[in-house]
């Protein structure tokens, strides 16, 4: 018998694959959106991918039992070169065709979770109903920790579960594919139904306590869709309708779900922010702006409105909607691109739900975490959830590979494509060592955001220089460490730790602007470093451009007008504070203007 003929085991699931390594590999797959390092600068992104990675590295060592499709390989091969092109087209290449902090929009990303869904796919026939139910009671209880305010990230939130996956939204995302997946069990017999009524009472609970009204939604729709797919019976129609009621009752109950569900301000913001993204898209309609410099772009289109619902201090990094966020990226021929193959997913999706049980629950998954991206920005967590059960749903199974039997050895054709999967695997272990770097410069720079808060400068410094070593690839490092450094300047300025605070977030600011020229924050940063060094004949133009970049965010008046009054031109100095005080009433610049001897009507 060989070694690949012992790995499969047909008894009650003809083909099933058993192997501790490939079964290893799915537990790290599907975990990977829980993965968090608090000690990070962001404890919920690059740790899922990680873990991810390194879940594929095992799977791809493994012999396939199934591959992707051919279209899906195919399509994303075009929207990676349509990507490449308009990277390259940009203001900032490098840095876009790298992706930047924290979309991480970029050509790496794209082919990370291509990977990942091809690892996915390969595991095709590991059970994955147990590994679900075991990923959803972990979740709940990391859920319910948050809940009683001992998360995994303390104070990473107020009100909602915001330390578990990241926010309450990408929460209820993962926990509506968990849900789905297992929901088909639900009808089966004995452990296996235990099983999944376990798990899937535990990712509901998860959704409801998420307060994601997306996921409650897709969570209810998609489990009545699943259940009466296995048949129209009785016991179906009672499964489906006691599971629906349930998720009605425990939402009401939960005073912040119940609150959510009246809400409607979150809507009307966010019909805003795509009908200004549509006026970017319209002024860059074939190459778009490049990958990840929404950010910087978009600045310049903000309305008071949209403002006002952010709020003056919240930077909109992505449009909240991934077919807008396709077209800022890569203009028209990446979206249309997009939605080709997104058509031919869609489709693929919906056949193999219908006609394969075994894969309705993964397929219904990525149906409903693509319905979330088009109302929600993009994460990692999701992004990764997205992929693992996309690889699953669309995988082609081994007979049409060349094997006539799950357990027979490859056909003649199949030993050449092993140097290919052993090079992905190569490739993937290399990320996976990046990526190990990449952490370590995080905590770093958490520890240089903290240190510079806590008026540590001296040691805030060197940490941002260690984590810039750490990730040197990385041009975001310098444009994170710089404000706290330069907020400290401006509170202790002219003293000695305020001046060399002053110098060191100038420099942070000149180091990311070197990539990023068009960043009206780090622009602004750079200013006020300049004004605590008492140097506001170079600080005006600065402000000039970050206030020209950002028309309707008030921090750039304020600070334009301190250099007005620096440089003597006191009337300069009032029509920038009054116009401060105008996009947000209750902004400083009103006691300034007091001080000024113009006090705001």
């Given at each position: ?43 919920f992104g690059l740790p899922v991918l990680l873990v991810a ?411 941002a220089d260690d984590a810039a070593r750490w990730r040197p ?129």
């Amino acid at each position: 018998m060989t070694t690949s003929d012992t790995r499969t085991a047909r008894s009650g699931d003809r083909g099933v694959l058993r192997d501790p390594v490939a079964t290893g590999s799915l537990v790290l797959l599907v975990g990977a959106p829980l993965a968090v390092l608090p000690a990070a600068y962001d404890p919920f992104g690059l740790p899922v991918l990680l873990v991810a990675v390194v879940g594929a590295v095992a799977a791809w060592a493994l012999p396939a039992t199934a591959r992707l499709p051919r279209w899906l390989l195919v399509g994303t091969a075009v929207m990676a070169a349509l990507l490449v092109v308009s990277a390259l087209a940009g203001d900032t290449p490098v840095p876009s065709l790298v992706g930047r902090w924290p979309r991480y929009e970029g050509l790496p990303l794209l082919m990370v979770l291509l990977a990942v869904a091809g690892a996915s796919a390969r595991l095709a026939r590991v059970p994955v109903r147990t590994v679900a139910a075991v990923v959803s009671v972990v979740l709940l209880g990391l859920t319910l920790l948050d809940v009683a305010g001992v998360g995994p990230v303390p104070g990473a939130g107020v009100g909602r579960v915001e330390s578990v996956v990241g926010n309450a939204t990408d929460l209820g995302a993962v926990a509506t594919a968990l849900a789905l997946v297992l929901a088909p069990g639900l009808l089966a017999a004995g452990r296996e139904r235990a099983l999944a009524a376990a798990g899937t009472a535990a990712a509901v609970l998860v959704v409801v306590l998420s307060g994601s009204r997306t996921s409650l939604v897709l969570t209810a729709v998609g489990v009545v869709a699943l259940l009466l797919l296995r048949g129209r019976g009785r016991r179906t129609w009672g499964v489906a309708g006691g599971l629906v009621l349930a998720t009605g009752a425990a939402t009401l109950v939960v005073p912040a779900t119940r609150e959510r569900l009246l809400i409607t301000s979150t809507g009307s913001g966010r019909v805003e922010q795509w009908r200004l993204t549509l006026d970017l898209v319209r002024d860059h309609p074939w190459l778009g702006v490049g990958p990840s410099r929404y950010v910087d772009a978009f600045a310049a289109y903000e309305s008071p409105a949209f403002v006002d619902f952010t709020g003056v201090g919240t930077v909109a990094d992505s449009p909240h909607s991934v077919p807008l966020q396709i077209a800022v990226a890569g203009g028209l021929p990446l979206l249309v691109a997009g939605l080709v193959v997104a058509a031919l997913a869609v489709r693929a999706l919906v056949t193999v739900a219908r006609r394969r049980e075994e894969v309705a629950g993964p397929a219904a998954a990525t149906l409903a975490l693509g319905a979330v991206l088009l109302v929600n920005p993009t994460s990692l967590p999701v992004l990764v959830a997205g992929a693992v059960w996309a690889g699953r749903a669309l995988a082609v199974p081994s007979t049409a590979l060349g094997w006539s039997e799950p357990s027979e050895r490859p056909t003649a054709s199949e030993p050449s494509r092993r140097p290919l999967d052993l090079l992905v695997a190569t490739g993937l272990a290399v990320v996976a060592t990046a990526l190990v770097a990449a952490l370590v410069g995080d905590v770093r720079l958490a520890d240089s955001v903290d240190a510079a808060e806590r008026g540590r400068v001296a040691v805030a410094t060197v940490r941002a220089d260690d984590a810039a070593r750490w990730r040197p690839w990385d041009t975001d490092v310098a444009r994170l460490a710089a404000p706290p450094l330069a907020e400290e300047a401006a509170g202790t300025a002219p003293s000695p730790t305020g001046l060399t605070a002053a110098r060191a977030a100038e420099r942070l600011a000149r180091d990311g602007l070197t990539t990023a020229p068009d960043d009206p924050r780090t622009l602004v940063v750079l200013g006020v470093a300049l004004l605590a060094q008492d140097r506001p004949d170079e600080a005006l133009p600065v402000l000039d451009r970050a206030v020209a970049l950002s028309p309707e965010r008030p921090d750039g008046y304020v600070q334009r007008a301190v250099a007005h009054a620096s440089t003597g031109d006191l009337a300069g100095a009032r029509a920038d504070l009054r116009r401060a005080v105008g996009i947000d009433p209750r902004s400083a610049a009103r006691r300034l203007l007091r001080l000024l001897g113009d006090p705001p009507g």
